[in-house]
């Protein structure tokens, strides 16, 4: 087929703009296929919301249970949530902590990919409000999914740090897949995801959101950029180490989406993950994450001639580790292969987004033998957590199954 065939950039941008933005993060992709509860109330918070629901047989908030949402783009939604931790899920979380009497109380934030340290403000203000309008003196659990595990573990320990220590009367704090240590987006979709900006800016936004830069242990702004943490990232963990790196006075437990045997998830490295097929992306070709210096993982062309490449140098083998996996290269091929001239191939759909050491807050995320370390084998005692679970297989991160929710239900107060 001639070249004059290939789509021009007009079009390819009118296209990518008017569709649905490509977003990097876990969660129901289709439209709710049921409504979630009415909540028996809604708090109002500094940059987030809360809804409320109480436990069964409960007529007033009296054993609450605060779960903070992850990472997206975007406001949180009930609809979003119930979805992709109840009704669409394997293990339906929601309604057996409400079975058992538990009072939930979703925590969400107006936009998802803000600072953790200003969506901790929110999660701050719904502790204190759970305190205050409790019946009795039943003990809070506080927590959350991905990110969520970090903004309350961030919020609780600021909230002990200030002076008089404010008293959050959380028993329990607990984590489900949240980056500890780190999570990882392949340099290639990075890169990949800035070199169309000029295209369409919003995903190349996502990736260099406050709490993107936050999170990744691996981070670039720019298609040309060396990976490292970010800046961000950086007075990030500044904050949290001001703070104490954890709150003291609740019992921390954690579960992680990944083994716990140190046996990756199956991905090769150094494959090809995404190749361009249609005339207006054909040449580009993002691979996975191979160790070693000058490491190739991505050919960039879309619509002009030029190929650039992206190598990159000191990296462990990240997309094939043990740990809770993200279907990163599947969900750009998707929204790709609905933009005529764009189509491609995607030979590998998934990679490690949160390792399992990050997730038990075991080891840092640097080396592969830190990455691959076979945790089963460590003390437990090398965790910052007081207590964990690994999963019996690498699953979809933040996947809610009933071996990791019963083993947190079972530790609520």
Known sequence: MPEQNAPTEAQVQEALRAAPPIILAPGPREAPTQVPPVPHDVWELPGGTAWVYRGEGN??????????????????????????????????????????????????????????????????????????????????????????????????????????????????????????????????LQAFAHYIRKLDPRFSGQINSAASRQLLAQHIAEWQDTPAPDKEREEFLAELARVGHWPRQPRKIGVANGVGTGEGNGIRPGVDAVLGKGLGIVGTDLNTQSAGDDQLVATLRVLTLKKPEIHTSGLPEFDGAPGGTLEGFGILADALNKIAGLGVDVPVREHCFVPAVSAVAIRDVHTHDDLYADINALSPEDSELDEFKVASRNEPHTQVTEELCTWILDRLP
């Open 59 to 188: 007529g007033r908030l009296t054993r609450p249970v605060l779960l903070a949402d992850g990472f997206n783009s975007g406001p949180s939604t009930p609809d979003f949530l119930w979805n992709g931790l109840d009704f669409n899920a394997p293990y339906p979380f929601l309604s057996e902590l409400r079975r058992r009497g538990r009072d939930l109380v979703l925590v969400g934030f107006h936009e998802r990919s803000a600072s953790i340290l200003d969506n901790a403000q929110a999660a701050i203000a719904a502790v204190k409000r759970a305190g205050a309008e409790r019946e009795g003196k039943h003990p809070l659990a506080v927590g959350g999914f991905s990110m969520g595990g970090l903004v309350t573990r961030y919020a609780l320990a600021k909230m002990e740090s200030e002076p008089g220590g404010d008293e959050h009367e959380t028993q329990l704090y607990f984590s489900y897949d949240s980056p500890h240590r780190g999570a990882w987006i392949p340099i290639a």
